[in-house]
């Protein structure tokens, strides 16, 4: 995609005209500075800029906005560069990183809300929510880099969702910087405003594409007073739904994680991970995280999960389980859990899928999906792991312990199609919580309809006729 539709001479009196805006210390050219902006966070793509911007403030965000718009220059947002479908990748014009915008505007404990600028880092934000006793739920591995401004534009998912619902449901206002600079200021703090379109859902989600989220107000929730944690092995995913069917009516609203992973996950956690251990004496096939969160101190919360546990286990649902005495043996459960995600990059050659199903059928989707790619390559060790009580899975693929990783890396496509129609024709999605950004608009293009593609480009055009904001992202040509 071309960088943009007019003259060096042209483009570069703009760029003049930005530093002005906002400063020597707000913008740079360097191609050393420029390359953390350009380059995406696993190095599997690199795209170019004509210089990086970092406004202090959203009204400088609107002045540079309104340059660009006006010599038809690309504006590609920037927050923490954690995103995993090239979201944030530039193909010219700038870069406008919300960094410099990071301050907490307001917290109110008895309204449970949060206003924030969108550079906030969110894991600071689930501090400054725990410091007045109250809970942001947002929660993913890439919270202590990741800026609340990306997780509101990509709908970010994470360990909660089962609770408290993806980031669209934690948001109650927004503040946007439109494609001409005008500022939406919409940061209302209400639960209930029934008066026409809610405009703030057409931004949560868009990848920077309809315009550029500056602020928000977030939902808080009462903290938990007590955590209690376990893990429970099984023979197969199956045995694990009806796990996840008995607790999610026994325990209801306390349920706030139910994660899954297979052997394969958890031996590479154990081989390539300092500090990981198994929790059980012997292998299993397939492993359940599960935690419920109370509002209460005593021990109804243990009482009931070790209940759910110890039927299951009479009943031959599951084959082993262990329950967490301490937050220290908490954190090291969830530490087998996170450290998936970080072996597989370690390691390299990883081909990726974010899908969703029906949760009723998680276990039909693995069993399809592992015939399907092992009929494809017989020695390709599945990665499977993910949020399956919301039915969104990571079925990852790693190379053949005797196969070079860039070789595997160049069945990326094929894979690809392979699990993603197995997910659709299951009812399910082929991006569950990592969005489309780049990479995946040829999957929207087979698999949305003809009338949501429409209306994505409809909505597009009115609010970017000019195609400025994060072109060539989630919308196929």
């Not at 081989?271 to 419920?292: K, M, Q, R, T």
């Not at 974010?354 to 999906?369: G, K, L, N, T, Y």
């Given at each position: 995609m071309a960088a943009n539709i007019f003259p060096m001479s042209d483009t570069q009196s703009v760029l003049d005209a930005i530093r002005?805006?906002?400063?020597?210390?707000?913008?740079?050219?360097?191609?050393?500075?420029?390359?953390?902006?350009?380059?995406?966070?696993?190095?599997?793509?690199?795209?170019?800029?004509?210089?990086?911007?970092?406004?202090?403030?959203?009204?400088?965000?609107?002045?540079?906005?309104?340059?660009?718009?006006?010599?038809?220059?690309?504006?590609?947002?920037?927050?923490?560069?954690?995103?995993l479908v090239g979201g944030g990748l530039p193909h010219g014009g700038i870069v406008l990183s919300t960094a410099r915008i990071n301050r907490i505007l307001d917290i109110d404990p008895a309204d449970f809300t949060m206003t924030v600028e969108s550079g906030c880092i969110l894991a600071d934000l689930q501090s400054a929510a725990d410091a007045v006793d109250r809970l942001f739920p947002l929660s993913l591995g890439a919270e202590g880099s990741c800026r609340i401004g990306g997780n509101i534009a990509t709908n970010a998912g994470g360990i909660q969702v089962l609770r408290y619902g993806n980031t669209r449901?934690?948001?109650?206002?927004?503040?946007?910087?439109?494609?001409?600079?005008?500022?939406?200021?919409?940061?209302?703090?209400?639960?209930?405003?029934?008066?026409?379109?809610?405009?703030?859902?057409?931004?949560?989600?868009?990848?920077g594409t309809l315009g550029i989220i500056t602020g928000a107000v977030l939902k808080l929730f009462p903290r938990p007073v007590?955590?209690?944690?376990?893990?429970?092995?099984?023979?197969?995913?199956?045995?694990?739904?009806?796990?996840?069917?008995?607790?999610n009516a026994s325990v209801g609203v306390m349920m706030t994680a139910f994660e899954f992973a297979n052997r394969v996950s958890v031996q590479?956690?154990?081989?390539?991970?300092?500090?990981?251990?198994?929790?059980?004496?012997?292998?299993?096939?397939?492993?359940?995280?599960?935690?419920?969160?109370?509002?209460?101190?005593?021990?109804?919360?243990?009482?009931?999960?070790?209940?759910?546990?110890g039927e299951a286990f009479e009943e031959g649902i599951i084959t082993d389980a262990t329950v967490a005495q301490s937050e220290s043996q908490a954190a090291g459960l969830w530490r087998i859990r996170e450290a998936i995600p970080e072996w597989t990059k370690l390691q390299g050659g990883s081909?990726?899928?974010?899908?969703?199903?029906?949760?009723?059928?998680?276990?039909?989707?693995?069993?399809?999906?592992t015939a399907a790619v092992e009929?494809?390559?017989?020695?390709?060790?599945?990665?499977?792991?993910?949020?399956?009580?919301?039915?969104?899975?990571?079925?990852?693929?790693?190379?053949?312990?005797?196969?070079?990783a860039a070789a595997f890396m160049e069945y990326w496509a094929k894979f690809n199609a392979i699990v993603h129609e197995i997910a659709v024709d299951?009812?399910?999605?082929?991006?569950?919580?990592?969005?489309?950004?780049?990479?995946?608009?040829?999957?929207?293009?087979?698999?949305?309809?003809?009338?949501?593609?429409?209306?994505?480009?409809?909505?597009?055009?009115?609010?970017?006729?000019?195609?400025?904001?994060?072109p060539g992202k989630i919308i196929p040509d």
């Open positions: 002005n805006v906002v400063g020597p210390s707000g913008c740079t050219t360097e191609p050393t500075d420029v390359e953390a902006y350009i380059t995406e966070q696993r190095g599997l793509w690199r795209g170019e800029c004509d210089m990086v911007v970092s406004p202090a403030s959203t009204e400088e965000i609107a002045a540079v906005v309104r340059l660009c718009a006006d010599a038809g220059i690309p504006v590609v947002a920037h927050g923490g560069n954690t995103g449901d934690l948001i109650l206002g927004l503040e946007v910087v439109l494609a001409d600079g005008t500022i939406w200021n919409g940061l209302r703090r209400l639960r209930k405003d029934n008066t026409g379109y809610d405009l703030k859902q057409l931004f949560i989600g868009s990848e007590r955590r209690e944690t376990a893990m429970a092995a099984s023979t197969d995913v199956a045995s694990l739904l009806e796990l996840f069917s008995r607790a590479g956690a154990i081989d390539l991970i300092d500090g990981i251990s198994d929790p059980f004496e012997v292998p299993h096939p397939v492993y359940a995280l599960i935690e419920l969160s109370s509002p209460n101190p005593d021990e109804s919360a243990r009482d009931a999960l070790e209940t759910v546990l081909i990726k899928h974010d899908v969703s199903v029906p949760v009723s059928r998680v276990a039909e989707f693995i069993d399809r999906a009929m494809e390559m017989a020695a390709v060790r599945i990665v499977a792991f993910g949020h399956l009580g919301d039915g969104n899975i990571h079925f990852n693929l790693s190379y053949p312990v005797d196969m070079d299951m009812g399910g999605s082929f991006s569950a919580e990592h969005g489309i950004g780049e990479i995946k608009r040829g999957d929207v293009a087979k698999f949305k309809s003809l009338v949501e593609v429409h209306l994505m480009r409809t909505l597009k055009q009115a609010l970017d006729p000019n195609n400025i904001m994060n």
